[in-house]
């Protein structure tokens, strides 16, 4: 493979070059354009863009309750008085919640476990929020616990175990149903997808 590193730049952009194609969803070359035109927009977008990136790492962290990120803990989510408490969707990541959020159809609450069981990555149950689950499912108010991972493998390992996990606990375990493809991942899912979801799920 030839070698995609620019030997005449500065360390200085060859270090923003080298960040930003740690990014998912940006190659080498992708990230390069990125670094150019950052560069070229230095006031524009540059600089704000250093500002916001410096008040995201210091102001924003993983709410205790739920694991979504705020600038808040407990989260948003968590505090408002209009979500229903009864019910509780499990999701990987933040991502996925901002997929449900911007869909407009899930009015409970969230827990974000962090990732998916996953041998080949090393994620086990103790490096997921897979214990504080547990704790909420167990609270008298909860009725309802809604497994809405990917439909990978890793996802419906993941889902299995929970399941195992939540069994004994006075709740319903339901998962996503029609709408969710085999391989799909749900912040790329339309708006009516995770609608009729949402709407068809049923008992695990």
Not at 37 to 56: S, V, Y
Request: aromatic share 2%.
């Amino acid at each position: 493979m030839r070698n995609s590193r620019l030997p005449s730049v500065s360390p200085e952009i060859e270090r923003l070059i080298d960040l930003l194609a740690k990014t998912p969803g940006l190659g080498r070359r992708s990230a390069q354009r990125a670094a150019l035109a950052l560069l070229k927009k230095r006031d524009g977008l540059m600089l704000p863009l250093a500002q916001a990136l410096n008040e995201a790492a210091e102001k924003v962290k993983a709410c205790s309750s739920c694991g979504a990120l705020d600038t808040l803990d407990p989260c948003a989510i968590c505090s408002s008085q209009t979500r229903d408490e009864k019910i509780i969707c499990v999701v990987a990541d933040m991502g996925d919640v901002w997929a449900l959020e911007r869909a407009g159809v899930f009015r409970g609450k969230y827990h974000v476990l962090g990732g998916v069981l996953s041998a080949l990555d090393g994620v086990r149950p103790e490096d997921l929020r897979v214990g504080k689950l547990v704790e909420r499912a167990s609270l008298p108010e909860v009725r309802e616990i809604i497994i809405a991972l990917n439909a990978t493998v890793d996802g419906q390992t993941t889902a299995h175990y929970l399941t195992e996990r939540l069994q004994g606990i006075d709740v319903v375990v339901s998962r996503l149903a029609h709408g969710v493809p085999v391989g799909g991942e749900l912040e790329l899912l339309d708006d009516g997808t995770l609608l009729a979801a949402l709407s068809s799920r049923r008992p695990f």
